[in-house]
T-cell receptor, first 115, second 109 residues
Framework: EAGVVQSPRYKIIEKKQPVAFWCNPI?????LYWYLQNLGQGPELLIR????????DSQLPKDRFSAERLKGVDSTLKIQPAELGDSAVYLC?????????????FGEGSRLTVL | QQQVKQSPQSLIVQKGGISIINCAYE??????FPWYQQFPGKGPALLIA?????SEKKEGRFTISFNKSAKQFSLHIMDSQPGDSATYFC????????FGTGTRLQVFP
C-alpha cells in the first residue's frame, strides 16, 4: 500500500514568490494534516481536514498561507508571497481516525528554501 | 500549558546500552502519548504509544514509562543499536497532537 505522497521534495524560491505543495494521503484516510517543521524542532500543526472540511486552521497564517482539499482526497498548501522565515519542511500526514488518538502517517515532506 | 518539554536535546549511547528520553507536560487533559521516530529526510513514524490508564508499555526493545502524578513519561531503548540513530519526538494529544522539540540519538558501535 502506498504511503503519503508529497511533492515537490525540494523547492528553492526567492522571497515574495509564490509556492505550492501537494499531498496525496493514504487511500481511505479521511483526515489530512499539514504540519510545519523548522530545523531542530518538532512538527507544528498548520491545518487539519476532515474530508473536505478544514476543522482546525487556527495555526495557519491566513494572510499568506492557504490550503484546500477538493473532493476530500488530495490537498494543496500554498504560500503567497513567501518570506525568508518560511524556510522549513512542510509535512503532510493522514489518519484513518478523526481524532488525535490514533496513528498519523507522515509523508517525507517538502523542504522549502526561501532566498 | 499546551507544551510538551523534552530532554535531552541530544544523546550519545554506545551499542548495547540503554537510551532514555524524558518528556513532561502540564495539561492534564492529554489522553494519548505517542513517540515518533524520524530519520533524516523522512517524515516521523509512530514508534510506540501509551494511554494514561497504564504505567508502562513495552514493544520489543522499546518501553514507555508513564507517571501520571508527576506528569512525566519516558522512552527507554534497551540494547541500543546503530540503526536506532534517529531523532525521537514525544507527543501528547487531546484535540491536537503537540510534539516535543526532539532528541537526536546517536548510537556508536
Amino acid at each position: 500500500e502506498a504511503g503519503v505522497v508529497q511533492s515537490p521534495r525540494y523547492k528553492i524560491i526567492e522571497k515574495k514568490q509564490p509556492v505550492a505543495f501537494w499531498c496525496n494521503p493514504i487511500s481511505g484516510h479521511n483526515t489530512l494534516y499539514w504540519y510545519l517543521q523548522n530545523l531542530g524542532q518538532g512538527p507544528e500543526l498548520l491545518i487539519r481536514y476532515e474530508n473536505e472540511e478544514a476543522v482546525d486552521d487556527s495555526q495557519l497564517p491566513k494572510d499568506r498561507f492557504s490550503a484546500e482539499r477538493l473532493k476530500g482526497v488530495d490537498s494543496t498548501l500554498k504560500i503567497q508571497p513567501a518570506e525568508l522565515g518560511d524556510s522549513a519542511v512542510y509535512l503532510c500526514a493522514s489518519s484513518a481516525s478523526g481524532g488525535f488518538n490514533g496513528e498519523l502517517f507522515f509523508g517525507e515532506g517538502s523542504r522549502l528554501t526561501v532566498l | 500549558q499546551q507544551q510538551v518539554k523534552q530532554s535531552p536535546q541530544s544523546l550519545i549511547v554506545q551499542k548495547g546500552g540503554i537510551s532514555i528520553i524524558n518528556c513532561a507536560y502540564e495539561n492534564t487533559a492529554f489522553d494519548y502519548f505517542p513517540w515518533y521516530q524520524q530519520f533524516p529526510g523522512k517524515g516521523p513514524a509512530l514508534l510506540i504509544a501509551i494511554r494514561p490508564d497504564v504505567s508502562e508499555k513495552k514493544e520489543g526493545r522499546f518501553t514507555i514509562s508513564f507517571n501520571k502524578s508527576a506528569k512525566q513519561f519516558s522512552l527507554h531503548i534497551m540494547d541500543s543499536q546503530p540503526g536506532d540513530s534517529a531523532t525521537y519526538f514525544c507527543a501528547a494529544s487531546t484535540d491536537k497532537l503537540i510534539f516535543g522539540t526532539g532528541t537526536r540519538l546517536q548510537v556508536f558501535p
